[in-house]
DNA sequence: AAATATTATGTAATCGATTACAAATGAGTG
DNA sequence: CACTCATTTGTAATCGATTACATAATATTT
């Protein structure tokens, strides 16, 4: 199939040595004495040598790739993170493969374990079936599965997340400090984890600033699209009494509020304030700019991976350590004003 | 390492007979009789039996899986592209694997052959250095590499691609038809194929309406970026003379280009027509709602995986087809007026 | 019915690395 | 110098599937 290349034979024989000295050579250096691995070394340069991934493999019994799983690869929000998972596994010598929970069944997601295709998961996803995921957990057990972003509430994996909570209260305050009182919340998806804890901090930060919260006026966004911001921005063009501002579940539904807000007529920041979740790229250059929450998505994509990996070696994450919180940031631009 | 499930030879025990006729089942029915097929499967099916991959790819001397390497995983461009590879390869047991080219060495790349680690590649990359390309070609001789997107001119290898050329020049259409006549373009990075193909459809274009092409209204947009697209705006505001439209290379630097426009008192479409291309997802939601150049990259996924599944099964593909253009769409929204 | 062709199945070698175990070598000690 | 212990290396079994080849069973032809 492939132009064959040398096998570890090869080295051995060109070496003057067994195959296994050189596997230990290559794998675990300090087995071997100096001057053996020298010319070890210099066979393997000389030859061109590559390890055979599927037989190391075989005879390793592991997959030597982790699985990254997202809901849905076609959203622009995954592709930091997946870039952050990609740095951390370029070094070492595990493949990194990307798979769709929206296309894929469960038997085949159970498959990529049983297949031996994957050592570990990065799952993207906190909506997946409980039984799936129980079914994962019951074919890699010592727990090789790591939740980035999302998470699956009452399940103790570990778990990578930005403070969404967190991240609500500095919208809530800032949107204060402005001089507002009447604010609004734009919900994503109403089951997503995300959406709960956005919406838990919008509504703690409220009761803390002494403010009510209209329930009307706490609309749900369906998902965390652009559609859904217009949509929620149809909603509030039709109520009587509106809110002064409104912090949004992700800055695609900051952005399709204010678009359809634009449409009628109505201008951001002037009659209306937005704050949106996410800071991706287009915020700073959308007109108005957009007022967000900053998610380091890179990072999270980092410490996932970094935890997986950790996790893979056998160093298990200490109880205390199973939820890594990262912060998240106001940016202040053009879509807040003072009322 | 995991709970190791059942083995072939289980299955054969199960089924009563050999380990032989159990793969054959699996993998070629056909020359299985039909009451030990159906022995077989219900073997499968109540020992739970799953392939090793690792023990198959070895046998096949195949990786069994393809790499997809794209020249930035954090642009939200290609998460679209993706997708579509990704459905292709779902129903196929290829896994994919995704790699920036951005972070990794020309050695790291060329491992991932030698290491058997992947048995075709889509490249998104047209950037590619040629020693690269070449010793991949050398590793992989059939031809396992198919470019999507970019490609790499002087280069014979498959490759799918949107008719760029075709897109420029519907968008100078557009634009004459409204009424312009000084038409510029903000190019993308200067040495990008896809640049120099939307900037010859451009000069096509101006030619064949009778437009001049004035050398200082076509600018290097350095990237496909939305700062490159501002960059752009601030030249152009400093020039005495400026045109009344300008076609740009991508989305990003035409949000860019309005975006910049818009904080120095200039708007689009009332003093500017702009044009855009790609039709990312945010364009249509844009303010002003972005005219542009819709690729269709879902399919443009679809078929490079579909053209590398053909050559990895060893269907070659016909020298007529080497090329696969796809078409673009003008897409007409709020970002061009009359003038 | 014998001869031949076809289809179905089994036996065992094979893919290329890792590693348990054994053996050889060398260092250190009384 | 004989003995113990540590270090280094080699031999060969092993991971779990596929498949070349041999053989058995069945169908077809004369």
New interface residues.
């Given amino acids: ?5 040398p096998r570890i034979q090869e080295v051995a024989v060109e070496a003057g040595v067994s195959t296994a000295t050189v596997s230990r050579t290559l794998s675990n250096p300090d087995l071997v004495s100096e001057k053996t691995r020298e010319a070890v070394l210099a066979a393997v340069e000389k030859t ?1 040598y ?6 190391q ?2 005879r ?6 982790i699985l990254v799983l997202l809901p ?5 929000f ?3 993170i ?2 952050g998972i ?2 951390v596994f ?1 070094t070492s010598d595990l ?6 929970t929206n ?2 069944k469960q038997d ?1 997601l159970t ?1 990529y ?5 994957a ?1 570990g998961v990065i799952l993207l996803d906190g909506g997946i079936p409980r039984a799936v995921l129980n079914e994962l957990a ?4 010592d727990n090789r599965i790591v939740f980035a972003c999302e998470w699956k509430p009452g399940t103790d994996l570990p778990s990578v997340r930005s403070d969404n909570r967190g991240g609500a209260q500095q919208a809530i305050a800032h949107l204060v400090q402005l001089g507002h009182s009447k604010i609004g919340h734009i919900a994503g998806p109403r089951n997503n984890v995300l959406t709960k804890e956005r919406l838990a901090g919008f509504e703690a930060a409220m009761r803390n600033q002494g403010l009510e919260i209209v329930p009307r006026w706490v609309v749900d966004g369906g998902d965390f699209s ?1 559609d859904a911001g ?1 949509q929620a921005a149809r909603q509030f063009i039709e109520m009587d009494e509106r809110p002064t501002a409104v912090f949004c579940g992700s800055d ?1 539904i900051a ?2 509020f ?2 359809e807000m ?1 449409k009628r007529g109505i201008s951001v920041p002037n009659d209306f304030s937005v704050v949106g979740f996410d800071d991706i ?2 915020a ?4 108005p ?1 957009l007022t967000t929450i900053r998610q380091n998505r ?1 990072q999270l994509g980092v410490l996932a991976a970094t935890t997986l990996l950790g996790q893979l070696s056998g160093r298990a994450v200490a109880a205390q350590d199973n939820v890594q919180l990262v912060d998240v940031l106001l940016i202040k631009r053009g879509s807040t004003a003072a009322i």
Same sequence: chains 1, 2.
């Fill in positions: 199939m492939n132009a064959k290349g061109g590559r390890i055979n991934r599927a037989a493999n075989l390793k019994r592991q997959a030597g790739a849905n690869l076609g959203n622009p995954f592709s930091q997946l870039s990609e740095s370029a493949s990194v493969l990307i798979a769709d296309g894929i085949q498959g374990f049983r297949d031996t295709r050592d019951q074919t890699t057990p652009l217009a695609l952005m399709g204010i678009s634009h790229e287009i700073d250059r959308f007109i700019s890179t």
